[in-house]
């Protein structure tokens, strides 16, 4: 079993739809969760970070759930320029050499 | 928001070369830096960890004499790729991390062809 699992996608919406995403994670020690979105042929850029209560940034909702070691990541309200490939990222934090564990991505295409 | 800084963003050079990319964190100090490989359509590929002053840890299959990485203070991390062959072309990327339970900030980037 990977240590971070995503549904690759493609995920295919048209504008104005809400889409979700989840993420499971094998590590059940893990402290820090994190969204990231990588554009074609860029660096990954960091969308939000996950906290234990959940949290919401505009169209974007973040949940964690420790108990079945899931995150997930909801876009309200669609918009073009959300299509991308979004990066679930784990980090057991306990220690400076803790490795962070990428998913391997879900992609989003928002068509017009 | 923390900026992190990769030079060059493009080499292209020819095979033998050595090519060295530079990652810098501008606004913040960088205990931990990670350095990447991507290859098309595939995910970011972790090559090595570093904490400033100490040796870097390569992932399995990773040769430390072939991509040498150096961190020498809590901005700056390098990554040299030496004697560079064609199948070393990527997207290599860098990353640095504050502390602990922070998130990681990516560089822009460096894209490596190799003729």
């Known amino acids: 079993r990977k240590e971070v699992e995503q549904d690759p996608g493609p995920f295919n919406v048209p504008e104005g739809a809400t889409v979700a995403f989840n993420c499971t994670y094998s590590?059940?020690?893990?402290?820090?969760f994190f969204w990231y979105r990588q554009d074609c042929r860029k660096e990954p850029k960091l969308l939000m970070s996950v906290y234990s209560s959940g949290n919401e940034d505009g169209r974007f909702t973040a949940q964690l759930n420790r108990a079945s070691q899931y995150i997930s990541l909801l876009i309200r309200d669609s918009k073009l320029s959300d299509s991308a490939t979004y990066l679930c990222v784990v980090s057991p934090g306990y220690s400076s050499a803790s490795k962070i564990i990428f998913g391997s991505g879900t992609r989003l295409s928002i068509r017009p | 928001g923390a900026v992190v800084s990769q030079h060059p963003s493009w080499v292209i050079c020819k095979s033998g070369t050595s090519v060295k990319i530079e990652c810098r964190s501008l606004d913040f100090q960088a205990t931990t830096m990670f350095w990447y490989r991507q290859f098309p359509k595939q995910s970011l590929m972790l090559m090595a960890t570093?904490?400033?002053?100490?040796?870097?840890?390569?992932e399995q299959g990773v040769e430390k004499d072939k991509f040498l990485i150096n961190h020498a203070s809590l901005t700056l991390s390098t990554l040299t790729v030496t004697s560079a062959h064609p199948e070393d072309s990527s997207f290599y990327i860098c990353?640095?991390?504050?502390?602990?339970?922070?998130?990681?900030?990516f560089g822009d980037g460096t894209r490596l062809s190799i003729l």
């Open positions: 570093s904490n400033e002053g100490s040796k870097a840890t390569y």
């Open positions: 990353s640095a991390r504050g502390d602990l339970n922070q998130p990681q900030h």
């Open positions: 590590n059940s020690a893990s402290q820090s």
